[in-house]
């Protein structure tokens, strides 16, 4: 797999033009992908790649989880019992402005929507022991969904 940087449309037409150290296309066995980075442009390119482009494909190690836990993964939505691993598998890396250092944190915070936050909190081994947050939100983020929670 080849990563280079990656000149937009707009900016190809530019002779004066650089590439966006934000903005990169991956080339793959299959056919390239252009990625630009809109919002965690305090993460150095190499960081921002590192969280999107993996080694093994993660499908391999799903297949090794309990059934619910893979249900949750594919569902986009987090359960108590999960690692931090698999919520990062569920709801991609937490933002960094907001959990500077996820690797220790006791808590993640994510958001369903502009405005409608849920906090991930972890216990001492990093297991995901509550799931807190107004329950329309949780019914959107929690497998399985509340019962009770209606929007």
């Known amino acids: 797999m080849k990563v280079t940087p990656y000149l937009s449309l707009a900016q190809s037409r530019n002779p004066f033009a650089t ?28 960081d921002y790649l590192s969280q999107l482009v993996v080694a093994t494909d993660p499908k391999i190690k799903i297949e090794t989880f309990a059934p ?29 402005k907001e959990n ?27 297991t995901v022991k509550a799931i807190e947050g107004l329950p329309f939100t949780l019914a959107d983020a929690v497998y399985p969904p509340p019962a009770a929670a209606k929007k």
């Open 19 to 46: 590439a966006n150290p934000y903005e990169f296309a991956i080339a793959g066995d299959k056919k390239e992908l252009a990625l630009k980075n809109e919002y965690t442009k305090h993460l150095s390119p190499k």
């Open 100 to 126: 500077p250092n996820p690797a220790t944190s006791p808590m993640w915070r994510y958001y369903y929507g502009s405005f409608d936050e849920f906090f991930i909190v972890f216990d001492a081994d990093g």
């Open 68 to 96: 619910e836990i893979k249900a949750a993964i594919a569902g986009g939505r987090v359960m108590v019992g999960m690692t931090k691993e698999q919520v990062t598998m569920a709801l991609g890396h937490p933002l960094k």
